[in-house]
């Protein structure tokens, strides 16, 4: 019975973390994706800017 307490244990713990690396991951996505589109529209703005100055 003890092996089977330790293994449900284990799953719980295991489930755990997973659930705090999912919710950790999310995060991560969301920041680099604001990242991501912050500096596309720099990108853009820096390339529009040159295009303007020689026409």
Not at 25 to 41: C, E, F, G, H, Y
Request: glycine share 8%; hydrophobic share 55%; proline share 2%.
């Amino acid at each position: 019975m003890l092996i089977f307490t330790a293994a449900g244990f284990v799953v719980l713990g295991f489930s755990v973390v997973l659930m705090m690396v999912e919710s950790l991951v999310s995060q991560v996505l969301s920041a680099v994706k604001a990242l991501q589109n912050n500096s596309l529209t720099e990108g853009v703005a820096r390339a529009q800017q040159p295009s303007s100055v020689k026409g």
